[in-house]
Protein backbone atom coordinates (compact mmCIF):
# COMPACT_ATOMS: atom_id res chain seq x y z
CA UNK A 1 0.00 0.00 0.00
CA UNK A 2 2.53 2.77 0.83
CA UNK A 3 4.78 1.92 -2.35
CA UNK A 4 1.32 2.88 -4.40
CA UNK A 5 0.48 5.76 -2.30
CA UNK A 6 4.46 6.73 -2.83
CA UNK A 7 4.20 6.37 -6.75
CA UNK A 8 0.97 8.34 -6.90
CA UNK A 9 2.17 11.11 -5.11
CA UNK A 10 5.49 11.57 -6.99
CA UNK A 11 3.26 11.44 -9.84
CA UNK A 12 1.54 14.14 -8.98
CA UNK A 13 4.48 15.88 -7.54
CA UNK A 14 5.83 15.31 -11.23
CA UNK A 15 3.08 17.02 -12.65
CA UNK A 16 2.53 19.83 -10.75
CA UNK A 17 6.13 20.48 -11.73
CA UNK A 18 5.24 20.66 -14.75
CA UNK A 19 3.71 24.09 -14.55
CA UNK A 20 7.10 25.07 -13.63
CA UNK A 21 9.50 23.53 -16.06
CA UNK A 22 7.60 22.66 -19.36
CA UNK A 23 8.89 20.49 -21.86
CA UNK A 24 6.36 17.36 -21.21
CA UNK A 25 9.19 15.19 -19.20
CA UNK A 26 8.22 15.71 -15.91
CA UNK A 27 4.77 14.89 -16.81
CA UNK A 28 5.49 12.35 -18.89
CA UNK A 29 7.55 10.83 -15.77
CA UNK A 30 4.87 11.26 -13.57
CA UNK A 31 1.99 9.94 -15.33
CA UNK A 32 4.36 6.96 -15.64
CA UNK A 33 4.73 6.72 -11.79
CA UNK A 34 0.97 6.75 -11.39
CA UNK A 35 0.38 4.09 -14.09
CA UNK A 36 3.22 2.39 -12.30
CA UNK A 37 0.69 2.57 -9.19
CA UNK A 38 -1.95 1.12 -10.58
CA UNK A 39 -0.22 -1.78 -12.15
CA UNK A 40 0.77 -2.36 -9.00
CA UNK A 41 -2.65 -1.85 -7.23
CA UNK A 42 -3.91 -4.41 -9.79
CA UNK A 43 -0.75 -7.05 -8.72
CA UNK A 44 -1.49 -6.70 -4.88
CA UNK A 45 -5.07 -6.38 -4.53
CA UNK A 46 -6.98 -7.53 -7.51
CA UNK A 47 -9.08 -6.51 -9.99
CA UNK A 48 -11.08 -4.44 -7.95
CA UNK A 49 -8.42 -2.73 -5.79
CA UNK A 50 -6.58 -1.78 -9.18
CA UNK A 51 -9.92 -0.66 -10.54
CA UNK A 52 -9.79 1.41 -7.24
CA UNK A 53 -6.67 2.82 -8.09
CA UNK A 54 -7.08 3.63 -11.75
CA UNK A 55 -10.24 5.74 -10.67
CA UNK A 56 -8.53 7.53 -7.89
CA UNK A 57 -5.61 8.15 -10.11
CA UNK A 58 -7.63 9.51 -13.01
CA UNK A 59 -9.62 11.88 -10.52
CA UNK A 60 -6.02 12.86 -9.12
CA UNK A 61 -5.20 13.73 -12.49
CA UNK A 62 -8.36 15.48 -13.16
CA UNK A 63 -7.97 17.62 -10.11
CA UNK A 64 -4.10 18.35 -10.87
CA UNK A 65 -5.35 19.37 -14.67
CA UNK A 66 -7.98 21.63 -13.44
CA UNK A 67 -6.02 23.29 -10.87
CA UNK A 68 -2.90 23.57 -12.89
CA UNK A 69 -4.84 25.47 -15.70
CA UNK A 70 -8.06 26.79 -14.16
CA UNK A 71 -7.68 27.57 -10.83
CA UNK A 72 -3.88 29.01 -10.71
CA UNK A 73 -3.86 30.74 -13.68
CA UNK A 74 -6.75 33.04 -12.18
CA UNK A 75 -4.23 33.61 -8.98
CA UNK A 76 -1.70 36.41 -8.52
CA UNK A 77 0.41 34.06 -9.01
CA UNK A 78 -0.86 32.40 -12.03
CA UNK A 79 -0.68 35.60 -13.33
CA UNK A 80 2.97 36.19 -13.06
CA UNK A 81 3.38 32.44 -13.86
CA UNK A 82 1.25 32.06 -17.45
CA UNK A 83 1.62 34.23 -20.49
CA UNK A 84 -1.31 36.80 -20.90
CA UNK A 85 -0.64 38.79 -23.49
CA UNK A 86 -0.41 38.60 -27.14
CA UNK A 87 1.45 40.96 -29.67
CA UNK A 88 -1.35 41.58 -32.18
CA UNK A 89 1.85 42.47 -34.99
CA UNK A 90 2.80 40.16 -37.86
CA UNK A 91 6.40 39.13 -38.75
CA UNK A 92 5.83 40.77 -42.69
CA UNK A 93 3.91 43.65 -43.95
CA UNK A 94 0.90 42.70 -46.27
CA UNK A 95 2.00 42.64 -49.86
CA UNK A 96 -0.24 45.50 -50.93
CA UNK A 97 -3.86 46.47 -49.79
CA UNK A 98 -5.94 44.45 -52.31
CA UNK A 99 -8.37 47.64 -53.40
CA UNK A 100 -5.01 48.54 -54.46
CA UNK A 101 -3.28 46.42 -56.58
CA UNK A 102 -6.51 43.90 -57.74
CA UNK A 103 -6.71 44.51 -61.12
CA UNK A 104 -3.74 47.12 -62.11
CA UNK A 105 -1.62 46.22 -64.84
CA UNK A 106 2.32 45.70 -65.26
CA UNK A 107 4.95 43.93 -66.76
CA UNK A 108 7.15 41.03 -65.80
CA UNK A 109 10.51 41.80 -64.20
CA UNK A 110 12.19 38.55 -64.56
CA UNK A 111 10.32 35.50 -66.57
CA UNK A 112 7.07 34.18 -64.76
CA UNK A 113 7.70 30.15 -64.97
CA UNK A 114 5.57 30.51 -62.96
CA UNK A 115 7.10 32.29 -60.33
CA UNK A 116 9.07 35.69 -60.36
CA UNK A 117 9.44 39.23 -59.79
CA UNK A 118 7.10 42.06 -61.84
CA UNK A 119 6.56 45.88 -62.14
CA UNK A 120 3.22 47.30 -61.08
CA UNK A 121 3.27 51.16 -60.84
CA UNK A 122 6.51 51.21 -60.01
CA UNK A 123 6.79 49.00 -57.72
CA UNK A 124 8.34 46.12 -57.77
CA UNK A 125 6.40 42.62 -56.42
CA UNK A 126 7.21 38.36 -56.32
CA UNK A 127 4.30 37.33 -58.35
CA UNK A 128 3.22 33.74 -59.30
CA UNK A 129 1.35 33.44 -62.82
CA UNK A 130 -1.37 31.17 -63.46
CA UNK A 131 -0.97 31.19 -66.69
CA UNK A 132 2.32 29.36 -66.50
CA UNK A 133 5.06 31.24 -68.42
CA UNK A 134 5.48 34.61 -68.94
CA UNK A 135 8.55 36.10 -70.76
CA UNK A 136 10.21 39.16 -69.00
CA UNK A 137 9.13 42.27 -70.23
CA UNK A 138 5.56 41.15 -71.06
CA UNK A 139 2.32 42.62 -70.08
CA UNK A 140 0.42 41.22 -66.75
CA UNK A 141 -3.09 41.79 -65.01
CA UNK A 142 -2.88 41.62 -61.16
CA UNK A 143 -5.78 39.09 -60.44
CA UNK A 144 -5.68 38.44 -56.07
CA UNK A 145 -2.88 38.25 -53.80
CA UNK A 146 -1.45 35.63 -51.83
CA UNK A 147 0.65 34.99 -48.85
CA UNK A 148 3.52 36.94 -49.69
CA UNK A 149 3.16 37.29 -53.67
CA UNK A 150 0.50 38.52 -56.24
CA UNK A 151 -1.52 36.68 -58.27
CA UNK A 152 -0.87 37.22 -62.08
CA UNK A 153 -2.41 36.36 -65.31
CA UNK A 154 -1.79 37.46 -69.32
CA UNK A 155 -4.20 40.34 -69.65
Known amino acids: ?12 VLL ?3 VFVPGAILGSIGGLAMLAGCILAFQT ?7 LATLAALGLLGLTLLLEFVVIPRTRFGK ?8 GSTTQPPV ?6 IGQT ?8 PTGYVLVSGKRYE ?10 GA ?11 LIVTKP
Open 96 to 101: AEPASI
Open 80 to 87: KLFVQSTS
Open 139 to 149: PIRVTGLDNFR
Open 16 to 18: VCE
Open 106 to 113: GEAATPLS
Open 127 to 136: AFSRDGLIPK
Open 1 to 12: MNAILILFLFGI
Open 45 to 51: YGAAGGA
